[in-house]
């Protein structure tokens, strides 16, 4: 050790002391033990003559010589004045401290009493603030995600990217990197963090737990294996019939009623579109990304923001004026559900200025010309069921529409759109299954 030139211990987590023993390392050249938790004074004499205030930033309490840029040691009191301070304290601070204590603890259980008899019962789906949250170590999350490989990755979105990853217990995951060189990328993690931690729904993408520190922000989310609704909509080698479209879109349809009206406080999603709506094994849908949602907790109906929603997809009044209230995800959700129904996108080329997504389902609710627009792998002549199935997309656009009416108050709720679209299921499924009984007892009568 005498021989030693080089100590680097920066970045170790450590705590307690300096031990004043390395003054008589008279090699040690480079000393840094910055970033960690030590406390106490900052030897003097030896190598560390010649060390900068680098090598111990960022420590809880070091104290020492000014060079160090840290506060100056407080020297021990000698014994009179420490009894001449004991009896200062007996004599007026401590009579003090008991009235203005006994007063404090009278006041909060009169507040708790009064709170006691206002307080609500919290929906069973709420939990409180990460209480099952998993604390997960970057390096278990490098290894897991073979070094946040391109073959591990997900997608990638405005703030960050998503890997899949397997924790140590073998549980697969998807972890959400941001990419803390952009602006507002760690406002984002702590926006999710907040939502995500209070809201708990079957059709919610679910939180296991985080990864944080002053370089890296990363959240542990729930791995869904058949990956976002834009994947099934758009690629050629996926393809998703009505019926799983409808259940899809009432999935989404549930998570936003229980944002809007299920939780505690209103949650305002702010960004409905196919990206974030992720797909499980069985083909249920999970609301995901959380990162400009809005939680309304004083009582607003209405708030202002700054942050810009995904083109096509926001409300006439976030896009010009930034109002965002639940009624802007209604209005996005409209979107969506037209999107998913006709197969295309609303910043598709074929439309513009005189002729945009919505403005084509209108025409062709008018002109009773729905299976023209439909995506088409929807609808077909020659499907026994086909009128059945062409009613079902004509009450699907028809409740698309309601969503987006121009005026904010006007438009329909979410309580209502799922209730609509659970009537839409019931009837399209009790016509198919009728015609399925029906076709059944003739093969049989024939036999």
């Not at 000393?31 to 111990?56: M, W």
């Not at 972890?175 to 060189?181: A, C, P």
């Not at 979107?335 to 002729?355: S, Y």
Request: aromatic share 8%; proline share 3%.
């Amino acid at each position: 050790m005498k021989g030693l030139s080089t100590l680097d211990l920066s970045r170790n987590n450590l705590v307690g002391s300096i031990p004043n023993s390395l003054e008589n390392l008279q090699l040690l050249k480079y000393f840094n033990v910055s970033y960690n938790k030590l406390e106490g004074r900052i030897p003097t004499r030896g190598p560390f003559v010649s060390f900068t205030a680098q090598s111990f930033v960022n420590n809880s309490a070091l104290c020492g010589s000014t060079k160090f840029r840290v506060p100056s040691c407080i020297k021990k009191k000698t014994r009179r004045s420490r009894r001449k301070n004991v009896v200062r304290f007996m004599k007026y601070i401590l009579p003090t401290f008991i009235f203005v204590f006994i007063l404090a603890t009278i006041i909060i259980l009169v507040l708790m009493r009064r709170q006691k008899l206002k307080r609500v019962p919290a929906p069973a789906n709420d939990i409180p603030l990460g209480i099952s949250w998993r604390r997960v170590s970057y390096i278990e999350l490098v290894r897991g995600t073979s070094g946040f490989s391109e073959m591990n990755l997900l997608g990638k979105g405005s703030f960050g990217s998503v890997f899949k990853g397997a924790l140590s217990d073998g549980l697969n995951v998807a972890v959400k990197v941001f990419n803390l060189e952009l602006e507002r990328a760690g406002r984002n993690f702590d926006t999710e963090c907040e939502i995500l931690s209070t809201v708990r729904h079957r059709n919610l993408v679910q939180i296991l737990g985080c990864c944080t520190n002053i370089e890296f922000k990363a959240l542990i989310l729930g791995y869904m294996p058949n990956g976002s609704l834009e994947k099934w909509l758009y690629s050629e080698n996926y393809c998703l019939d009505l019926i799983q479209r409808l259940k899809i879109a009432i999935d989404v349809a549930l998570a936003l009623e229980y944002l809007h009206h299920g939780h505690t406080f209103p949650v305002v999603h702010c960004d409905i579109k196919p990206s974030n709506v992720l797909l499980d094994e069985d083909m249920t849908a999970h609301l995901c990304d959380f990162g400009i949602a809005k939680l309304f907790d004083k009582g607003e109906a209405m708030v202002q923001t700054k942050t810009l929603a995904t083109i096509g997809y926001a409300a006439p009044e976030y896009g010009s004026e930034g109002k965002v209230s639940p009624n802007g995800d209604v209005y996005s959700y409209g979107i969506l559900l037209l999107e998913m129904f006709t197969g295309k996108k609303p910043t598709d080329d074929m439309f513009n200025e005189e002729m945009s997504l919505k403005d084509c389902v209108h025409e062709a609710l008018q002109e009773n010309a729905v299976s023209e627009i439909v995506a088409p792998s929807l609808l077909a002549r020659e499907d026994q069921y086909f009128s059945a199935k062409e009613e079902c997309v004509s009450s699907i656009f028809s409740l698309g529409m309601k969503c987006l009416v121009i005026s904010c108050d006007e438009r329909i709720n979410m309580m209502q759109t799922v209730a609509a679209l659970q009537r839409i299921k019931a009837k399209v499924v009790a016509s198919t299954t009728r015609r399925q009984r029906y076709a059944l007892s003739n093969i049989t009568r024939g036999q």
